[in-house]
């Protein structure tokens, strides 16, 4: 039988993230005893919420000191809890968090760690894992032998985790947190600018037909920008763009001041899993869709019948012109139509 061990950040307010809550249904294999650890400040009240669970042992790391992001005090905790529920499979979400600081934790343990896996089963009491490889274009099945074994799961892979809270056991671990690292602040865009939301129930992709000369011979940047902003903040939609777009910027060319390369999506950028997508002035080549492996409905707007969309891409295209079709969709949602 596998000792698993769930590992989760708590949250402000004693509370677990939605990618938290999905490796934790993910952790909960039928033939496996489940162990729940929590680190942060609230991490008793975030074990109360889950009470309900599969766990039999709820194991955690509290203090301020534990609240910020930084590698010492967090491979310090996650080594200490996993030490403590004797575990042989540490499963947590694949946070940037988590990311950082569990590699250097399964070094110690001398244990083996497999980053961005999409799914975990078991099969004959031996949990299988499932990964993509080379750019999302081939999907891996495997196991592994070592233990302690380190899986950090893929957000928006699998349904998170719901369940009745309760009162939950809770055994401290006294975990010193020396670091050389102080956090001073946080800076962060305002609300209103921001436009990656990996929660999203909607991804909105910009293409570079945004920025090219439009039907009277003129390129319009700064209104196709303030277009997409508007939608953005009605919506609350995420922004993607195309490599050809978030490339412009070093070329010379006019751009869109809202899109970086943190936007772009595509075989060299991000494969985010919203429920839906819409593709805006791009042409949906192949090396920008498998970007959009995991969108579950894709809708594309392009003035080309026969662009790459057409091409089974995309379940419904609309050929059109995407200024006419951005402006009359902004003013329906600004009407709360």
Excluded at 148 to 175: D, K, N, R, T
Excluded at 189 to 200: F, L, S, V
Excluded at 229 to 237: I, K, V
Aim: proline fraction near 5%.
């Amino acid at each position: 039988m596998e000792k698993i061990l769930f590992l989760a950040h708590v949250e402000p307010g004693g509370s677990l993230g939605k990618a938290a809550l999905e490796a934790l249904a993910a952790a909960g294999l039928p033939g496996g005893e489940l162990t729940v650890g929590l680190v942060g400040p609230g991490a008793a009240a975030a074990a109360n919420r889950i009470a309900g669970s599969r766990a039999v042992r709820f194991l955690v790391v509290e203090g301020e000191a534990f609240a910020q992001s930084r590698y010492a005090s967090d491979a310090a905790a996650a080594e200490a809890l996993a030490r403590a529920a004797g575990a042989s499979l540490i499963v947590a979400a694949h946070t940037s968090r988590w990311a950082r600081a569990l590699p250097g934790v399964a070094a110690r343990l001398h244990g083996r760690i497999d980053t961005h896996v999409t799914h975990i089963a078991e099969v004959n009491g031996v949990p299988l894992v499932t990964r993509w490889f080379y750019r999302q274009r081939m999907e891996g099945v495997l196991t592994r032998s070592e233990r302690p074994w380190f899986v950090l799961l893929e957000a928006g892979c699998g349904p998170a985790w719901s369940g009745a809270p309760g009162s939950a056991e809770v055994e401290s671990l006294a975990v010193p947190a020396a670091s050389r690292t102080t956090v001073v602040g946080r800076r962060a865009p305002q609300a209103g600018e921001q436009t990656i939301r990996p929660d999203a129930g909607l991804l909105f992709v910009a293409g570079a037909g945004w920025t090219k000369k439009q039907a009277d011979g003129t390129a319009h940047p700064r209104q196709a920008e303030q277009l997409i902003l508007d939608f953005l903040r009605a919506s609350r939609a995420s922004l993607g763009g195309s490599k050809s777009l978030v490339d412009q910027g070093g070329e010379g060319q006019a751009v869109l001041t809202c899109m970086s390369h943190l936007n772009q999506i595509g075989q060299t950028g991000s494969t985010p899993r919203h429920p839906k997508g819409l593709a805006t002035c791009c042409h949906g080549e192949e090396p920008h869709v498998v970007g959009w492996r995991f969108i579950t409905e894709r809708r594309a707007v392009n003035l080309d019948p026969n662009c790459g969309w057409a091409r089974g891409k995309a379940d419904i295209l609309y050929v059109a012109d995407a200024f006419q079709v951005m402006e009359h969709v902004n003013r329906l949602l600004c009407a709360g139509t």
